[in-house]
Every structure is written in structure tokens, then in C-alpha cells.
């Protein structure tokens, strides 16, 4: 005997069946039902969403001799019956634009279409699949004929990738009426497959049918063969671990497991991980995409919940727990690592993909913790108040080792420290024996209030409250020297630095093609005290600074800022012009470049730098 599958036994015989693709369908239904059908139609969008169903059912609706009043076929006359199941019919005819590509095919059409219907209030329906594949030679013979084509023909172009055909033939675009398919959800892919197991007389669970509609993607015609699949293997009701064997999929379990063993950071017991995956017979392509899955699922639960995600709801609990033993940046960093692992093919095209498999996985089990500039300075005792951030809250940095006093959030099983979001509150300022906060002294106390650059000035921040640093200490919370009212002490290239950049960003401080000339200058302390500024020969901003007059602004601004006279002094730099190339710019570079300008900000981050060999972040 001769057995229909699934995908054709259930396939929709009118516009109401058709799954999640109203938009559509109601709008064919309505043409039909008040006779404003378009001459030429464009049907876009992923496989086995039901394109050419809906091809169908126009076709079976505008040739139903028992056509309702709403525009719906009958389903059951011979003519319905014919069309619905792709049968020979002299006016309706399925072309496949994948086998009949050139010119001369059509050519053929051209011609063919040209003839009346076989009666009198029928229509000739031509329906061209994978139309993408036609030549720019067979759309330019197809133009004329779309533009002005004989009474009641009716074409429809059904398509996965309609920008080929944007590409080829941009005039046909203009003369059809497009459509755009969408995916089928998860949900109504389950609804759809419990209502064809209960015609077929089967029970099944959501158990078994999430994972089927997971691998459909979206696609009605892949979810039901799917489902044919697994009931040819099983007798009776079929079960989890039946659609993981036929299907060839990972259990979530096994994930699990592998999320343990990342979190305890047990890189030894990865070798064994992928060794038991080819003992057991599982594919690897199959499990990377597994894997890309489960790290998203869990990226979901952790900033969203477990009912955000989609998964069984026997291991809810589970997947909660698993997810709240990693961070959410450490999350995001592993899904971005697997994703780049085929952004190239490079994975499906390897003749290694167990090493490349397991050195994913020995970077994740290795994965450095993500911790944010402002944990860093607290953990040293130097965190400032004022509820600025350093560099706007938005630069982290990667930890090689766990710093000596973690946070209480850290999971004892992982050094991760969790990311404190936009909304949340700063922590409180911390107190030392050598920083205290206090008000800037009033002008009655005949001590002039210390004026310090904002240490944000990058990321665009507040700047933090006046602080005064005590006689004893030997470098404040912002590395500058501590200086007594009238006193002259030596000063510091990172305090310059800072002060120089502070008093560059001063809307009054100069004009601003100076400005400009002036904010790439290197800055530094000379051997006699002054403050050296390298300027290249042949730059403009060298001519104005040539003479104690033209130097003198700059000097009384930069004295402002730093509480004590200061003397400028010109140095020759390269010249622009010179036969070196400028050096490219890498994302490397710009890292690089990024952290030392942080750690010149704030010298406790230099310590932090170099005690914990950090590195910045993406």
C-alpha cells in the first residue's frame, strides 16, 4: 500500500487552514470574493511556510465550481482535488524555475499563456517555484507579458530569496504584488502537530514535540516530516529520548552537565565531554548548533527569566540554576566566541571539528572574568564619591586571577564579579585613612579651594566632588600631589597629563583650532620642572607658542589647574610630512591605546594593571 505523508496528507485545501499567515490569506479570500484579483503575484519567505499551498488554494479558488460566498474552495469537487494534490491540469500549471531556467522555457510560457482557458469562467494559473533561479534572460522575456498579459491569466512567483531577483530583474518587482512569508512560532508549530496526532490517533507530550518544532526553524513542512520521522521509529506513544535518538540531537542534559563542568572550571573533563559525544555517536556539526542554543537559553534566563525561554518544563529548574552560576557578560561572551566559530564556513568545512570543539570549550573553561573598572579601584580602597563612574560606566576589564577581596556576589565556584546595570545605584564611596571628603575650603579661610580635572573627562561623566589629600599621604585618590597653600612640589607627568586635558576641554580655554592642534600634543615633566610640549616642526600651533607672549595664556590656565606656577616649554616633534607612514590603526592598537589613557586617568588602574595583568575589554 501506497502511504501519504504528513506534510501532503495534512496540507491546507483552503485559506482559513493555512498556519499564522493571515495576512496573506485573508487578503487573497477577500480578492477573490469581491473578483479584484492582481494579474501577477510575489510570494517571499522561508521553505515549508506554505507559499505554494497558498498558490494552491488561490488556483483551487478561482476555478471551484462550488465556490462560497466568501471566497473559500470547496475542497472536494474533482477540479480542487486535481490542483491540491499537483496533479496534470490543463489551467493550472507548476513549474519548476530550478529545471526550466533559460530563455527558451520562458519563451514556452510566453506562448502557452497566450491561449484561453480550457472553459468559459475559469483562469489559467501559472505557478513558478524557486523563481530566484531564472536567468535575467527569461525574466527580460517574461516582462512584456506581465506587464500587459491576456484576460484571466493569473502568475505566481513563489521565492526564498527574492533579493536575486532584486538583482537579475528589478523591473518584475514593480509589476507583481509581493508577499512576505513569516516564520511559524514554535508554539503554533506544537498546535499544528497535536492536532495531526490526533487525527492520526497518537499521543504525544510537549516534551517531544518542543524539540521538533526547535529544529523545524519555523518551517510547517519540516516540522510534520519530522514528526512522520520519529512515529515510523516508535510504536505507540513516543518519547524524549526517542526524538533524540531519530533526530540525532544533544539532550538538554547532556548540555547541562557541560555547563557544570565550565562553571567548576574543570578543563580536564572537557577531553572526556567530547570523547563520550563520538562514543555516543552524536554529531558534532549537530552539537555546536546545540550548544549556540543552550548558551542563548541561558543568556535569556538570566536577564529575563525562565519563562522567556523555551525549554522542558521538567528541567525549568534546572536551566534557572545553571544560568545563575554564570554572569551575563561572561554569557554573552561565550555565545559571541561560538557564533564566530562558522561565521565563515571555516567549522562545517573542517576536517577537525573535534579540536575545534574542544578549544571552544577549553576557552570557555578558561574564560577570564569580567569585572568593571569601578570594582577594581574599590577592591584597592580608592573608589571615588560622588556617584561618577569611571570612564561613563561603560569600560570593563578582563581578570586573569580573581583579586584578593571579591564582592559578596561571587559565585565561590567562579571568580565572576556581576555587572552592575545603568539602573542600579553606584556603591558608596570608600573611606581611607590618607583620602577624606570634604567641602572646598570658603575664600574667608585664605586657602584657595584645589581645583582638580574630572578624571571622566573621556566618557563624558560628572565630575566627582572636590577632594583635599592629607599632608601624610603621599598621592591622592586622583594621584596628585598633596600641596600646601603657596607651596611649590614637584610635580607629576600623570597630574599634568590630567590637568593639560581638563584645561584643553574648557569651552573658554582657547580657540579652538588651537584646541585642536593641541589636544594630540604628548605632555610631560622636564628635568628642570617645566612642562614640555611636543609639537611637530611644521605645525601651525608651533608658531603661536614660539614666544613667551603666546605661551603665557596657556601657562596661567594650566596653573589654575594644577594650584601652583608652572613654566611651558616647546619641544620639536616629528614633522608630519616626513617620509614615515603613520602607523595603521588595529582594533589592538585602539585597545591598547584605550587602557593607557584609562590607567593615566587613574594610577590606582595602573597598579591594578600591573599587579593583575588586566587587559581592556571589548
Known sequence: MSRTALARAYRPRSFGEVATQEHVSETLRSAVQRNRVAHAYLFCGPRGVGKTTLARVLAMALNCPRRGATGEPCGECDSC?????????????????????????????????????????????????????????????????????PPRVIFVFATTEPQKIQQAAPPI????????????????????????????????????????????????????????????????????????????????????????????????????????????GYDLAEFYRGLADFLR??????????????????????????????????????????????????????????????????????????????????????????????AGGADRVKVRRPPPAPPPERSPSRPVVRERSPAEPPPPPTTTSAVREERAPSPDAGEPPAAEPPTDALAGASQAPTRRVQPEAEQGVRGVPARAPGKIVPLDSASVRRAWRTMLEAPDAMAGGLRFLLRAAPVSVGSSGSICVEIPADSPARERLATPAGRRPLEDSLARHLGQPVSLEVVTGRSTAEGDATPRITVESARQDRLRRLTEEEPLLAKAVQEWDLELAE
Open 297 to 390: 537559553t541561558l543568556l535569556l534566563i538570566r536577564l529575563s527569566g525562565t519563562d522567556a525561554a523555551e525549554v522542558r518544563p521538567d528541567l525549568r529548574g534546572a536551566f534557572a540554576e545553571r544560568a545563575e552560576r554564570f554572569a551575563a557578560g561572561d554569557l554573552l561572551r561565550m555565545l559571541s566566541q561560538v557564533a564566530e566559530l562558522d561565521a565563515d564556513g571555516r567549522f562545517r568545512k573542517s576536517g577537525q571539528q573535534r579540536i575545534l570543539i574542544e578549544l571552544l570549550l577549553l576557552r570557555f573553561a578558561y574564560l577570564e572574568s569580567t569585572v568593571t573598572l569601578e570594582d577594581v579601584l574599590a577592591s584597592l580602597g580608592g573608589n571615588r564619591g560622588g556617584g561618577s563612574e569611571p
Open 173 to 280: 518587482l514593480s509589476r507583481c504584488q509581493r508577499f512576505d512569508f513569516h516564520r511559524i512560532s514554535t508554539s503554533e508549530l506544537i498546535g499544528r502537530m497535536r492536532v495531526v496526532l490526533q487525527a492520526e490517533g497518537v499521543q504525544a507530550t510537549d516534551d517531544v514535540l518542543l524539540p521538533i518544532a526547535q529544529k523545524a526553524d519555523g518551517g510547517m513542512r519540516d516540522a510534520l516530516s519530522l514528526l512522520d520521522q520519529v512515529l515510523s521509529f516508535t510504536e505507540g506513544a513516543p518519547t524524549p529520548s526517542d526524538v533524540a535518538r531519530v533526530l540525532g540531537l544533544v539532550e538538554d542534559e547532556l548540555f547541562l552537565e557541560l555547563a557544570d563542568t565550565l562553571a567548576e572550571q574543570r578543563p580536564a573533563d572537557v577531553f572526556r565531554f567530547v570523547a563520550r559525544l563520538l562514543d555516543e
Open 81 to 149: 482535488q486535481r490542483i491540491w494534490a499537483g496533479k496534470t491540469s490543463l489551467d493550472v500549471v507548476e513549474i519548476d524555475a530550478a529545471s526550466n531556467r533559460g530563455v527558451d522555457d520562458a519563451r514556452d510560457l510566453r506562448e502557452r499563456a497566450m491561449y484561453a482557458p480550457s472553459e468559459e469562467g475559469r483562469f489559467k494559473v501559472y505557478i513558478i517555484d524557486e523563481a530566484h533561479m531564472l536567468t535575467r534572460e527569461a525574466w527580460n522575456a517574461l516582462l512584456k507579458i506581465l506587464e500587459e498579459p
